[in-house]
């Protein structure tokens, strides 16, 4: 069983930061990449940025140069430093996970974060 805990979610102006947290548990032998998406109300989820295992990063246009991932290898935990923030920003914000060679894929909960203008 594997289980993905974000936190560090919440309402901030805009121009202000958040780092959020997703910590991973349970029988995660072997991560291929750790992600962030969102999704804002009415809107698909999307990608806000990803990085395997060995650190190669992928990114969102809209958030490049004011978001950044990082990925704690050996305690199974992926940040995401948002500066800058808008208010269309505003999302749910879902961690993601895959593992394995045959890329098993878990979600975690989702955490809000709202920018106000």
């Known amino acids: 069983q594997v289980q993905l805990v974000e936190s560090g979610g919440g309402l901030v102006q805009a121009g202000g930061s958040l780092r959020l947290s997703c910590a991973g548990s349970?029988?995660?032998?072997?991560?291929?990449?750790m992600g962030w998406y969102r999704q804002a109300p009415g809107k698909q989820r999307e990608l806000v940025a990803t990085?395997?295992?060995?650190?190669?990063?992928n990114y969102k246009d809209s958030v490049k140069g004011r978001f950044t991932i990082s990925l704690e290898n050996y305690k199974n935990t992926v940040y995401l430093q948002m500066n800058s923030l808008k208010p269309e920003d505003t999302a749910v914000y879902y961690c993601n996970l895959v593992v394995g060679v045959a890329f098993h894929t878990y979600w975690g909960q989702g955490t809000q974060v709202t920018v106000s203008s």
């Open positions: 349970g029988s995660i032998f072997s991560i291929f990449a």
């Open positions: 990085i395997t295992k060995g650190g190669s990063t």
